[in-house]
């Protein structure tokens, strides 16, 4: 099974303030990670595919890095609503896996 | 507008069955690979299992492999998962979740999530 990692759990970020986000992988998967926003009561909605291909409808503040096994969501400038859990996922195996989230709070 | 509506879940007993169903539509349901997967209360979130778009081929996480099965009815636009000898670690939220076209493309519509409780 694919692990993947992500750092920090928890971060309380002001508003505007760059918010970035990690998440390691066990092994190279190649391009193959996708980025979720889950707030509060909600169901997940993606926000990245393919480490770094944006998605109609997302703001542009939001934006993927990486490949192999280190990847980045960035936030360029925190708003309010931004307030989340952010969840990697893995599909380069036949099983996927999820990322242990990273919680983020606005201060 | 894709939409994908879970029912089935509730309190069942350690040891018991339940079957959930996924109602799906605004799309051409039978092109399209499906999964389960689920949310513990306060924790993140765990792939369950995915069923091709013709319903050949399907796959399972270690955590419910044996116990947990996954179908579909392409005529009804339907997903299925079916779940026997339920633990207190399966208390979940258990989200039906829609594919892109391809087998590795990214999870692009979730359901509202139905939840099921294991309890004595």
């Known amino acids: 099974e694919i692990v993947l990692t992500q750092s920090p759990d928890f971060q309380s970020v002001t508003p505007k303030e760059k918010v970035t986000i990690t998440c390691r992988a066990s092994?190279?998967?190649?391009?193959?990670l996708h980025w979720y926003q889950q707030k509060a009561g909600q169901s997940p909605k993606l926000l990245i595919q393919?480490?770094?291909q944006s998605l109609s409808g997302v703001p542009s503040r939001f934006s993927g890095s990486g490949s192999g096994t280190d990847f980045t969501l960035t936030i360029s400038s925190l708003e309010a609503e931004d307030a989340a859990t952010y969840y990697c996922h893995q599909s380069s195996s036949l099983r996927g896996t999820f990322g242990g989230g990273t919680k983020v709070e606005i201060k | 507008e894709v939409q994908l509506l879970e029912s089935g879940g509730g309190l069942v007993q350690p040891g018991g069955s339940l079957k959930l169903t996924c109602a799906a539509s605004?799309?051409?349901?039978?092109?399209?690979?499906m999964r389960w997967v689920r949310q513990a209360p306060g924790k993140g979130l765990e792939w369950l299992s995915v069923i091709t778009g013709n319903g050949a081929t399907t796959y399972y996480a270690d955590s419910v492999k044996g116990r947990f099965t996954i179908s579909r009815d392409n005529s009804k636009k339907t997903l299925y998962l079916q779940m026997n000898s339920l633990r207190a670690g399966d208390t979940a939220v258990y989200y039906c979740v829609k594919g892109g076209g391809g087998w590795k493309d990214a999870f692009d519509y979730w359901g509202q999530g139905t939840l099921v409780t294991v309890s004595s």
């Open positions: 393919y480490a770094s």
């Open positions: 092994q190279s998967i190649g391009s193959n």
């Open positions: 605004g799309f051409t349901f039978s092109s399209y690979g």
